[in-house]
């Protein structure tokens, strides 16, 4: 992981131990970036074990004592858990549960009863224990993500992408100079807000077929598009089944 032993070096990981001891942000070896993820230690033993008191008694009757699941609602752990959650954030797993369960009684619980809940299946999940409890102020940059760091967003996910929309050749469209997709909860389009922020994005490399797009875009060739959809992956390219289409921008420069 460290590949120039050097003095430099050394003090950096002296600093990246310090830093991941107190749960803050880790700085990525060789880059400017400062990501936390999962694995740097983001809640506490005592959180964790107030929040499977909570699991125990207001999600367990749907999801199971061992997280696994039933015919009711989805597991909360193991490789399911990581394919609806990685790539995505704390932050957004967080905002889920509050605002969405328990199922028969939502946003019922108090925030620390919820971020204790979300501390428990983390730590069910195999992520370490930290020092600092997790707080609603510091869930969002937060990123789950497996042992091997971050990946592609899994197929099937509910994605959103932006890109120039630009007829294929057999009269399709796809969305070419595309943004990497990235999760969304949200399968409607983005707000006049939301939008205006995603002028500023920079374009990608990304080709995307879009599939089931309705009314005909025809108007918007050339436009910059957010589209939003079930992402598909496949050996022919990626597409998407679009839920959303919306204009970012007349022009779409890559
Ligand atoms: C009465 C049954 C029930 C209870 C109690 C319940 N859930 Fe759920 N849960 C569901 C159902 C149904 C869904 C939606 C379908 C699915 O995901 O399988 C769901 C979905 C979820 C999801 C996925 C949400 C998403 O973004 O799609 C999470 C995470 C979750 N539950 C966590 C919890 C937690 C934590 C608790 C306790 C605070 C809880 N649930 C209590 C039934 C329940």
Redesign the pocket.
Same mark, same amino acid.
């Given at each position: 992981m460290h590949p120039h032993v050097t003095a430099v070096g050394l003090m950096l990981s002296a600093v990246l131990v310090l830093a991941a001891g107190l749960g803050v942000a880790s700085v990525q070896a060789g880059s400017q970036e400062s990501r936390t993820t999962v694995w740097d230690g983001v809640y506490t033993a005592d959180q964790a074990a107030r929040g499977k008191v909570?699991?125990d008694r =207001?999600?367990s009757?749907? =999801?199971l004592a061992d997280l696994g699941g039933s015919s009711?609602? *989805?597991p +909360?752990a193991g490789d399911r858990f990581m394919e609806d959650w990685r790539e995505d954030t704390v932050h957004t +797993?967080f905002t *889920? /549960?509050r605002s +969405?369960?328990?199922?028969?009684d939502p946003a019922t +619980?108090s925030d620390d009863a919820y971020l204790d809940?979300v501390a428990y /299946?983390l730590q069910f999940n195999g992520f370490p224990v930290g020092r600092l409890a997790l707080t609603a102020e510091g869930l969002a940059d937060i990123q789950i993500e497996g042992r091997d760091g971050p990946g592609q967003v899994p197929s099937f996910a509910l994605v959103q992408v932006v890109g120039c929309l630009t007829q294929g050749f057999d009269a399709g469209w796809i969305l070419t100079s595309s943004t990497d997709a990235v999760r969304t *909860?949200d399968p409607s389009g983005s707000t006049a807000d939301e939008l205006r922020a995603l002028e500023a994005r920079p374009l990608g490399t990304q080709t995307f077929t879009l599939m089931s797009v309705y009314p005909d875009p025809a108007s918007h060739a050339g436009h910059k598009m957010e589209a939003k959809g079930f992402l598909i992956r496949g050996p022919e390219g990626d597409r998407i089944n679009v839920s959303a289409l919306e204009m970012v921008a007349a022009a779409c420069e890559p």
């Amino acid at each position: 992981m460290h590949p120039h032993v050097t003095a430099v070096g050394l003090m950096l990981s002296a600093v990246l131990v310090l830093a991941a001891g107190l749960g803050v942000a880790s700085v990525q070896a060789g880059s400017q970036e400062s990501r936390t993820t999962v694995w740097d230690g983001v809640y506490t033993a005592d959180q964790a074990a107030r929040g499977k008191v909570v699991y125990d008694r =207001h999600c367990s009757s749907c =999801h199971l004592a061992d997280l696994g699941g039933s015919s009711e609602a *989805r597991p +909360l752990a193991g490789d399911r858990f990581m394919e609806d959650w990685r790539e995505d954030t704390v932050h957004t +797993l967080f905002t *889920r /549960i509050r605002s +969405l369960m328990p199922f028969d009684d939502p946003a019922t +619980l108090s925030d620390d009863a919820y971020l204790d809940t979300v501390a428990y /299946i983390l730590q069910f999940n195999g992520f370490p224990v930290g020092r600092l409890a997790l707080t609603a102020e510091g869930l969002a940059d937060i990123q789950i993500e497996g042992r091997d760091g971050p990946g592609q967003v899994p197929s099937f996910a509910l994605v959103q992408v932006v890109g120039c929309l630009t007829q294929g050749f057999d009269a399709g469209w796809i969305l070419t100079s595309s943004t990497d997709a990235v999760r969304t *909860r949200d399968p409607s389009g983005s707000t006049a807000d939301e939008l205006r922020a995603l002028e500023a994005r920079p374009l990608g490399t990304q080709t995307f077929t879009l599939m089931s797009v309705y009314p005909d875009p025809a108007s918007h060739a050339g436009h910059k598009m957010e589209a939003k959809g079930f992402l598909i992956r496949g050996p022919e390219g990626d597409r998407i089944n679009v839920s959303a289409l919306e204009m970012v921008a007349a022009a779409c420069e890559p």
